[in-house]
T-cell receptor, first 109, second 113 residues
């Protein structure tokens, strides 16, 4: 299956600072999905990217898929305490989805 | 509310116990999944069911036994578990196995003593 590595494992920011998590693969990915899991919660689908160089935005969140389709990033502008949680990237079809290890984001006032 | 309901939310069991986890989806999806989430590990896919037929079994020990009586319900029967099986067990569904996104339930936090 498609292997994905995610960095950093953990990031602690002050509210208002930006945050970025990266997802990397040694092979070309068919797609990239992003999920968010709040503390004590379950993963919730955020978005899917499929095209080379694709960029999508959801309010303060910007998602990018690399030109070579081997990496992706999630950038949050001006973090808020509601952004706290673990962000996972994943790749593949629903029945063969490979998840990254996740980046845990902590936001303090 | 994601449309995927899991019970129980928490479970503590001894190594000789037998218990079952239940999952129900109200989304009209045709594929359902069991995932295991352990600390500092990626989500691990355990089982995949499509229209009540098992299509994937990712080398899961036989002490975990899935059952899918219909496309809306999924069970995970547990027996003679080990302490290292303690984890969050997540049920998920998708429109079909080739579908895009997964909808996860709230999970069962399992502790094996």
């Amino acid at each position: 299956g498609q292997q994905v590595m995610q960095i950093p494992q953990y990031q602690h920011v002050q509210e208002g600072e930006d945050f970025t998590t990266y997802c990397n693969s040694s092979t070309t990915l068919s797609n990239i999905q992003w999920y968010k899991q709040r503390p004590g919660g379950h993963p919730v689908f955020l978005i899917q990217l499929v095209k080379s160089g694709e960029v999508k935005k959801q309010k303060r969140l910007t998602f990018q898929f690399g030109e070579a389709k081997k990496n992706s990033s999630l950038h949050i502008t001006a973090t808020q305490t509601t952004d706290v949680g673990t962000y996972f990237c994943a790749s593949g079809t629903a029945s063969k989805l490979t998840f990254g290890t996740g980046t845990r984001l902590q936001v303090t006032l | 509310e994601t449309g995927v309901t899991q019970t129980p939310r928490h479970l503590v069991m001894g190594m000789t116990n037998k218990k079952s986890l239940k999952c129900e989806q109200h989304l009209g999806h045709n594929a359902m999944y069991w995932y295991k989430q352990s600390a500092k590990k990626p989500l691990e896919l355990m089982f995949v069911y499509s229209l009540e037929e098992r299509v994937e079994n990712n080398s899961v020990p036989s002490r975990f036994s899935p059952e899918c009586p219909n496309s809306s319900h999924l069970f995970l029967h547990l027996h003679t578990l080990q302490p290292e099986d303690s984890a969050l067990y997540l049920c998920a569904s998708s429109r079909n196995p080739m579908g895009e996104k997964l909808f996860f339930g709230s999970g069962t936090q399992l502790s094996v003593l």
